[in-house]
């Protein structure tokens, strides 16, 4: 048997992640980072510094730590566990714990139904949010983001890719692109590419947002990207946590569901947005759009399309339509034949 190289927590991350980037898209690479950030974290705690002495007690005291965490989802447990079981398997190929450890590695079953998340942003408080927004911060960064997001029903990746170019108001059209030599990745690749059509409304607010509010700056491979801040393009978590911000009750004029009041609620701040029970993520309001749009009839692959999904993942994950709903739209396709 190898001997085993010493090796600390934070340098086994980063190379496994290196080992996993020419694999997997970026937005995979960004769930590994996330999801072993807790162990590393963990390690740290317990004073490890070397993995080599990691054993399937100290697997199983961190899988403990994790559970006692009170606001961890199962399915988000078992995620974390199984990035783990796959990182500690990684470890072994390159003599850094002892073979055959990730087995060792107790991964939570999640019921389907405990898999799939309810939480979305409906359809009523979408117009109450975009409404605010038209009134008040008009063609601004959250207001164009938002809009997008809605009408779009793309992912916070594809919204990250975009470029100015990309959009044609002419043809009332934005193009989704997958451009991994120049820094943006979709989660499909090229698969996840498609032009979707855009209303006049939703045109207005990107042309007058181009010409007025984005900052005129470019990334770092020479593009023009259509969300930015002052240094370049607009980073993921920028995105998750402006949505977050402006889908807060109170960020949008309505009194505080909660009974929490402004100057003492942990929520209040920009940055712990998300701590707010009602503040919802760029894949609820993705989640929101798609069900809109089934609620409202559009075929089912029509809708598979536009939002780069296909029609089993959108009625496992995305449908929020009730038993009645459905079988109503059965009814009328089903009538006169």
Not at 64 to 91: A, M, N, P
Not at 94 to 114: A, C, F, M, R
Not at 258 to 265: L, Q, T, V
Not at 266 to 294: F, M, N, W
């Given at each position: 048997?190898?001997?085993?190289?010493?090796?600390?927590?934070?340098?086994?991350?980063?190379?496994?992640?290196?080992?996993?980037?020419?694999?997997?898209?970026?937005?995979?690479?960004?769930?590994?980072?996330?999801?072993?950030?807790?162990?590393?974290?963990?390690?740290?705690?317990?004073?490890?510094?070397?993995?080599?002495?990691?054993?399937?007690?100290?697997?199983?005291?961190?899988?403990?730590w994790?559970?006692?965490?009170g606001d961890?989802?199962?399915?988000?447990?078992?995620?974390?566990?199984?990035?783990?079981?796959?990182?500690?398997?990684?470890?072994?190929?390159?003599?850094?714990?002892?073979?055959?450890?990730?087995?060792?590695?107790?991964?939570?079953?999640?019921?389907?139904?405990?898999?799939?998340?309810?939480?979305?942003?409906?359809?009523?408080?979408?117009?109450q949010?975009?409404?605010?927004?038209?009134?008040y911060?008009?063609?601004?960064?959250?207001?164009?983001?938002?809009?997008?997001?809605?009408?779009?029903?793309?992912?916070?990746?594809?919204?990250?890719s975009?470029?100015?170019?990309?959009?044609?108001?002419?043809?009332?059209a934005?193009?989704?692109?997958?451009?991994?030599d120049?820094?943006?990745?979709?989660?499909?690749?090229?698969?996840?590419?498609?032009?979707?059509?855009?209303?006049?409304?939703?045109?207005?607010?990107l042309?007058?947002?181009?010409?007025?509010?984005?900052?005129?700056?470019?990334?770092?491979?020479?593009?023009?990207?259509?969300?930015t801040?002052?240094?370049?393009r607009?980073?993921?978590?920028?995105?998750?946590?402006?949505?977050?911000a402006?889908?807060?009750?109170?960020?949008?004029?309505?009194?505080?569901?909660h009974?929490?009041?402004?100057?003492?609620?942990?929520?209040?701040?920009?940055?712990?947005?998300?701590k707010?029970?009602?503040?919802?993520?760029?894949?609820?309001?993705?989640?929101?759009?798609?069900?809109?749009?089934?609620?409202?009839?559009?075929?089912?692959q029509?809708?598979?399309?536009?939002?780069?999904?296909?029609?089993?993942t959108?009625?496992?994950?995305?449908?929020?339509?009730?038993?009645?709903?459905?079988?109503?739209?059965?009814?009328g396709?089903?009538?006169?034949?």
């Amino acid at each position: 048997m190898a001997e085993l190289e010493p090796i600390t927590p934070t340098e086994a991350k980063e190379m496994f992640l290196a080992q996993r980037r020419a694999e997997v898209a970026e937005a995979t690479l960004q769930g590994y980072h996330y999801r072993l950030k807790p162990f590393v974290q963990w390690c740290e705690q317990e004073g490890i510094t070397n993995l080599n002495d990691l054993t399937a007690r100290s697997l199983h005291e961190y899988r403990l730590w994790r559970k006692e965490d009170g606001d961890l989802k199962k399915i988000t447990l078992k995620g974390q566990l199984s990035t783990l079981r796959v990182f500690v398997k990684f470890l072994e190929s390159i003599n850094g714990v002892e073979q055959g450890l990730h087995d060792k590695i107790l991964v939570p079953t999640v019921e389907d139904e405990e898999a799939v998340s309810n939480s979305m942003l409906d359809s009523d408080r979408a117009e109450q949010v975009l409404d605010y927004l038209g009134k008040y911060e008009y063609a601004s960064k959250r207001h164009t983001l938002v809009t997008v997001l809605w009408h779009t029903g793309c992912r916070m990746g594809a919204a990250h890719s975009l470029d100015v170019s990309d959009f044609d108001p002419e043809e009332q059209a934005l193009a989704i692109r997958h451009r991994p030599d120049n820094g943006t990745h979709l989660k499909n690749k090229q698969s996840g590419e498609r032009i979707c059509a855009l209303s006049e409304d939703v045109c207005d607010v990107l042309e007058d947002y181009i010409e007025v509010t984005r900052d005129d700056v470019t990334d770092d491979h020479g593009r023009e990207p259509l969300f930015t801040t002052r240094y370049g393009r607009m980073h993921r978590s920028k995105i998750r946590e402006m949505v977050y911000a402006v889908t807060r009750p109170c960020a949008y004029g309505e009194d505080c569901p909660h009974g929490r009041a402004p100057d003492s609620c942990e929520a209040a701040t920009y940055t712990q947005a998300s701590k707010c029970p009602s503040s919802v993520s760029p894949h609820d309001i993705r989640r929101g759009s798609i069900t809109r749009l089934l609620r409202n009839e559009v075929p089912k692959q029509v809708v598979a399309d536009r939002v780069n999904s296909s029609p089993e993942t959108l009625e496992k994950h995305y449908s929020q339509l009730t038993e009645e709903e459905k079988m109503e739209q059965r009814r009328g396709y089903l009538e006169g034949l």
